[in-house]
């Protein structure tokens, strides 16, 4: 099959409707619970106790927590005290991971602020980004977590990024790309896999 098949392929597809689930490590399953269930008032949609890793087989037990959105969806964390270190938890900035959450008006923004502030949760912002505002507080787990709301022309603005897009992406490609491969080499941007190729014989 042709480079250009491939990438027509996925347009026979349906498209990804949606995150069901993001998931992070927590330290402690009742510490998260306190911040996204009584903090943020994500209600705790499921906590399930397995003993084995699914698909790969391994005795690892842990606690999978899902906390439940607005859109029904959740986001989720392990609590695995096994292979956790305290440096995993170390505050993250937010360009390492972070997650985001929307509301739909300005005025919910802040009312969200005032109430986590109220809960002794250091929360600072708005900072408006031009497409959205908003605040930025961390976890308990050193996750770096948002409450945004959109831009009143938001739409308007995304359509025109856009037009943009790919080609702001090949202009930082030829800006970057130099100083990537001095830093990752060549073949690690180049693969098109997490995992590099296996090796020819």
Sequence with gaps: MSNTAQQSQPSKLAPLASVHHAAFRCRDAEQT????????????????????????????????????????????????????TPEQFERAAGFERHVAFLVNTEEELLQWQKRIQAAGVNCHGPTDHGICKSIYMYDPNGLQTEILVRAPNYDRLMAAEQKVALENVRKWNARTRAAKEAKFGAAAIDRRSSQPSPKKK
């Design 33 to 84: 619970r306190w911040f996204y269930e009584d903090v943020l008032g994500l209600p705790l949609a499921a906590a399930i106790i397995n003993e084995k890793v699914a698909g790969l087989e391994r005795d690892i037990p842990y606690l999978h927590l899902f906390f439940g959105l607005g859109d029904g969806n959740t986001i989720a964390f392990f609590d695995s005290p096994d292979g956790a």
